[in-house]
């Protein structure tokens, strides 16, 4: 998705403000509402917020819950998340999202 692309209309909130929002630790809607404003508006966009939410590596196709679990089955690096689960092993622009996932472990 365009980094620049517009989630929230009501609240400017941009895909980058949200991806920040989940490297800064948010993980679900109530605080990316808290860290950003999206969907304090009208609220049409929180279905997207929640697909985003749910996503840490497009170009592997590899969810939130899949980095997660493989954190939570010993994986303590991102080289290490990487191999179990393809998160950060193209691109790169996940690393940071897979690292806050790997020192919070959620």
């Not at 950003?36 to 279905?47: F, H, L, V």
């Amino acid at each position: 998705m365009a980094g620049n692309k517009i989630i929230c209309h009501c609240k400017n909130v941009s895909y980058i403000d949200i991806r920040k929002a989940m490297i800064d630790g948010a993980r679900t809607l109530e605080e990316i509402k808290e860290k950003t404003g999206a969907a304090t508006g009208c609220g049409r966009c929180a279905g997207a917020i929640e697909e985003i939410l749910a996503s840490v590596c497009g170009c592997n196709n590899v969810s939130l819950e899949d980095v997660v679990n493989a954190v939570n089955n010993g994986c303590d690096t991102v080289e290490k998340v990487a191999e179990a689960t393809k998160a950060g092993s193209a691109c790169g622009r996940c690393k940071a999202l897979v690292q806050n996932v790997i020192d919070l472990k959620r």
